[in-house]
């Protein structure tokens, strides 16, 4: 039982085999992986490479994609209280950029997510920042990173599902390490359970998400080996519209959308959840402004670490235009509009998704007013 | 190997021997000059034999590449007429099959023995294979010995034999002959000629033209075999009840005949020229029978041909009954012709024959010693040594078909590692078939892709089996640009036989250097990529061999990482698990080092729920130390 008296469901590893992996709606998140001997990840897929006896297992109770329950998160997060039903619980919403020059060249957009990790790791909140390293036309690998060049070498989004969280368990386990953690929002939900479970109480500083519609398979770097103009490339970005843009030698390539489409993760079009909801401060693109990122503060400690990154000049932040507010809902609208037409159509693959009445109903009213 | 008892040369002294030694030795008695064998349980000490005495007897012995190439070889030198002999098990009579049937019709000029260790029961093989009815389709002479003594005697004439009728002569051992010892009494050693040399007149040709002369061959053999020594018969003279029986089951059959005492009443016929059959020798003795016993390894084949020849004759023999496998009187827990006879097969059909029951010990005396003696004995799993290189190999195989996820296929070869299909490789071999199958398996499932097959495969396959029968299959794959991804286990040996040799290995039959062939210079040269990767490190061969699943084309992972049992291998590491780490039971990790991994030296500590190694046992491979979740097991040095 929950707080609320709910039920919370118990599984194992044959469960965790038959709803997720098996079924293909993994989302490589990693936050199964570094205590079970018999998970191992390699080319962002998680697999038991032996079949594990056990009737229940910690493997089932952090995976993201059972029974994921908002309600329950907001609870755990920002105590009970009407959350936005498309965006999420938030205290104020921003466009940002970091200030620092090295990390506004090489971080995404503002370089946002680079400087507040830098940030936390300079200011003493977090002894540790678990981030996703790599170039965008290789498959990344997590990183654990303690001083500013590992941080500096994670620069950058990555397009593709990187277990991020795999190195968390040895961290916890073998350190007395304060983290932060850089991740996507499956991650993000992911290491919200883990600290229900109890396992991370007090070592999580900073949870920072980046928004995310979707992630690629690997077999995109496959798809990139064939093209050589994008070897060299160095950042890439979605926008909204203009397909797949690639920084390459100061300027900028682009494939088509249509050409990108066929890697996205299936796993990933079963996602409710494109804002992280349930960190401490969720970071974005603007589409609109590319030295800009959008940030979503959302609880009171990333309000805290913010206001004091702010204070100690490594960001600007300024409100986020009113009239692009509506442009992001529409976006997340969209999204999870397609999820929920998949839960109540009861589709397997929106099943882990565990929403109250009240939560459908809020999703729905959301769309009528869009409509 | 009873090396001093074999190169004695006092002929009338009596030693014991193996049964594969007293074919050595009956070879060289009879003046060998040449051998040749692909090792093959439960042959291979023969060469072996030879090999060790080849030297000082001044004759010459290989282990050749394959079966195929070691009769070829025996038979170049029985073409110059030296008297030569080629050694296989029956699986390695089907590869040099294609050679024997030609080899037949052209005939040879020197002595040749071709020696065939048949497997019944497969105590160390895949299959039952029943040699005769290659050597029935191939038209080729057939001895075989019912004890080590005979079959030293055997090889010898088998020799005379062959020069007599000009035509290569085999000889069916089987495990029983092989790996028996007995007493054998020696005969003078003889030198091999000194010279060879080819008839310019010779013609050694296979042409459909031959066969009658072949036919012809095959019956003088027969005229032989009608007053062979080899066959004898022991019994009342008019016996009603009569035993015919080959091979070491003689010796159960005639002590069968004594324990129900009725010496008197049955006649044992042993039959040691089993092809073609002595036909009046056995016409005469069906002449006073009325119930008739076959007793033979594996399949019934005396049996059926006996039966033919009666058929033949039934008007003027009258009605007789056959007891054996057709009629299910022969029979094993499994049924007829399937697995080893046993003494207790045997008095249980002679009981039949005679129709007198035979109890060895009272039902009471069985529960007991059942009840004693059973419970004690450890149940235990065929399995990879400790420290073996293949279980290693194994686990990041199957680890990267899992994570691969595409529901990949391993194929499986014969070796120490055909055991990467049951527990200890954790059933990760799909199919096992013959000396090099999985290859062209691999070749053909890398064309499917274009018929809607999805699944990576990958073949497994042995250094001494990749020498063997690999090559072809790889060059198939090469030139009709087959998806494949062959993995070569290169344990440094022919390890499953006894570490013999091979191409690979650096150094011959007798010990001499040889230049060495490496695998990977092979794969080169065929235009293949190769990598080469230590198994022990597991990380590195899962990411390896996942990486190259997903690879277009032919190419070729080496493993390499010696046999942990050869001698030149000394322990550097062991394991230790610290008991403060482990918690057992605790643990989520369910026994994994144990119960899954499997090694022998990683045993489960009843008394305090933790893991230990087995520090007698432990080849300190060091892999079992990444499986352990908590970090609890360590490797140390050892001084």
């Given amino acids: 039982m929950d707080a609320r008296g709910v039920e919370v469901e118990r599984g194992g590893p044959a469960d965790l085999q038959a709803r997720v992996l098996g079924a293909g709606l993994c989302t490589a998140c990693g936050a199964c992986l570094g205590h079970c001997p018999y998970l191992k990840t390699l080319g962002e897929r998680v697999a038991f490479i032996h079949p594990c006896p056990l009737p229940q297992g910690r493997c089932f109770e952090v995976c993201p994609r059972v029974s994921l329950d908002p309600d329950r998160l907001d609870g755990q997060i920002f105590g009970s209280g009407p959350a936005d039903p498309l965006l999420g619980a938030h205290l104020s919403l921003h466009f940002a950029r970091a200030l620092d020059p090295e990390v506004k060249q090489r971080g995404q957009y503002g370089g946002v997510a680079t400087a507040l990790t830098l940030f936390a790791l300079g200011s003493g909140a977090a002894d540790a920042a678990l981030l996703t390293g790599g170039s965008p036309t290789a498959a990344p690998h997590p990183i654990v990173a303690r001083e500013r060049a590992s941080v500096l070498a994670a620069t950058g989004t990555k397009y593709s599902a990187c277990a991020t969280l795999a190195p968390l368990a040895p961290l916890l386990r073998d350190s007395a390490a304060t983290i932060a953690v850089v991740g996507r929002p499956c991650q993000v939900a992911a290491l919200r359970k883990i600290e229900a479970r109890g396992e991370a109480a007090h070592r999580l500083a900073l949870v920072i998400g980046v928004f995310c519609f979707w992630a690629l398979t690997p077999a995109f770097y496959r798809f990139l080996v064939s093209r050589a103009d994008l070897a060299r490339a160095t950042k890439m970005d979605i926008p909204k519209e203009g397909g797949v843009v690639f920084s390459v030698n100061g300027g900028a390539v682009r494939v088509p959308l249509d050409e990108v489409r066929p890697f996205i993760r299936p796993a990933c079009q079963s996602c409710f959840d494109p804002t992280a909801e349930w960190a401490d401060l969720a970071v974005g693109s603007t589409e609109h402004d590319p030295g800009w990122n959008a940030l979503v503060v959302r609880t009171a400690r990333g309000q805290a670490l913010l206001g004091a990154a702010v204070n100690a000049g490594l960001l600007e932040v300024k409100p986020y235009p009113a009239e692009r507010i509506p442009i992001l809902r529409a976006a997340v609208r969209g999204k999870k509009l397609r999820v929920l037409d998949a839960l109540d159509a009861g589709r397997a693959e929106a099943a882990y998704l565990h929403l109250s009445p009240e939560r459908r109903a809020a999703v729905r009213a959301e769309e009528r007013a869009g409509a | ?639």
């Fill in chain 2, 1 to 639: 190997m009873s090396l001093q008892a074999l190169r004695t040369a006092d002929p009338g002294r009596t030693v014991v021997l193996s049964g594969n030694e007293a074919i050595a030795r009956g070879a060289m008695e009879a003046g060998l000059a040449y051998a040749a064998a692909y090792p093959g349980s439960p042959s291979s000490e023969v060469l072996a034999s030879l090999a060790a005495l080849a030297r000082e007897r001044g004759f010459y012995a290989e282990w050749s590449t394959n079966e195929k190439v070691a009769m070829e070889g025996a038979a170049a030198a029985a073409f110059a007429g030296l008297r030569a002999i080629t050694i296989m098990k029956a699986d390695g009579l089907n590869v040099a099959l294609d050679f024997l049937t030609s080899l037949a019709y052209g005939g040879t000029n020197g002595g040749m023995v071709v020696v065939v260790s048949d497997d019944p029961g497969a105590h160390s093989s895949t299959k039952e294979e029943d040699t005769r009815y290659l050597v029935r389709a191939s038209h080729l002479p057939l001895l075989e010995p019912t004890t080590v003594e005979e079959a030293k005697e055997m090889t010898r004439w088998a020799f005379d034999l062959s020069e007599e009728i000009r035509l290569p002569v085999l000889l069916r051992s089987v495990t029983r002959i092989a790996h028996a010892r007995g007493s054998v009494e020696l005969g003078a050693l003889r030198s091999p000629p000194g010279e060879a040399r080819v008839d310019p007149g010779a013609r050694f040709f296979t042409t459909s033209a031959l066969h009658p002369l072949l036919l012809q061959r095959g019956a003088a053999a027969r005229e032989l075999f009608e007053t062979s020594p080899f066959n004898a018969y022991q019994g009342p003279a008019d016996a009603r009840r009569l035993i015919i029986v080959t091979g070491p089951v003689w010796t159960y059959a005639v002590e069968a005949v004594a324990l129900l005492g009725v010496t008197n009443a049955v006649g044992v016929l042993k039959l040691g020229t089993t092809w073609p059959l002595p036909e009046r020798l056995l016409l005469s003795h069906l002449g006073h029978a009325r119930d008739v016993l076959f007793l033979e390894e594996i399949e019934p084949f005396i049996e059926t041909e006996v039966k033919a020849l009666y058929a033949q004759h039934a008007a003027k023999l009258g009605l007789i009954a056959f007891l054996g496998k057709a009629s299910g009187h022969v029979a094993g827990p499994a049924g007829p012709a399937v697995g080893e006879l046993t003494p207790e097969i045997v008095i249980a059909a002679v009981s039949a024959l005679v129709g007198r029951p035979f109890e060895p010990r009272t039902p009471e005396f069985r529960r007991k010693v059942e009840a004693t003696a059973l419970p004690e004995l450890p149940a235990r799993a065929l399995a990879f040594c400790a420290g073996c290189p293949h279980r290693a190999a194994f686990w990041a195989i199957k680890a990267a078909l899992e994570l691969d996820g595409r529901d990949g296929v391993a194929l499986g070869d014969i070796g120490c590692y055909t055991l990467g299909s049951m527990q200890t490789g954790y059933f990760t071999l799909k199919t096992v078939h013959a000396m090099g199958s999985s290859v062209g398996l691999a070749s053909g499932f890398g064309k499917l892709a274009a018929l809607g097959f999805q699944q990576p495969v990958v073949s497994v396959v042995g250094d001494s089996t990749f020498y063997h029968s690999v090559t072809p299959a790889l060059i198939n794959a090469r030139y009709n640009d087959s998806r494949l991804l062959l993995v070569v286990l290169d344990n440094s040996t022919t390890a499953m036989t006894g570490h013999q040799p091979h191409p690979g290995t650096g150094r011959s039959a007798t010990g001499e250097p040889a230049p060495p062939l490496p695998i990977e210079a092979v794969a080169r040269a065929l235009g293949l990529a190769v990598e080469i990767q230590d198994p022990l490190r597991t990380s590195d061969t899962v990411e390896s061999v996942y990486r190259l699943l997903r690879t277009e084309g032919a190419k070729v992972l080496i493993l390499r990482s010696p046999c942990a049992l050869l001698p030149w291998v000394k322990r550097s590491h062991r394991a230790t698990v610290d008991p403060e780490r482990c918690i057992g039971e605790g643990c989520g990790c369910a026994r994994l080092c144990n119960r899954v991994f499997s090694c022998p030296a990683l045993v489960w500590d009843l008394a305090r729920g933790r893991a230990r190694v087995d520090e007698v046992l432990c080849a300190g491979c060091g892999v079992c130390v990444d499986l352990c979740p908590r970090d609890a097991i360590r490797l140390e040095e050892v001084a």
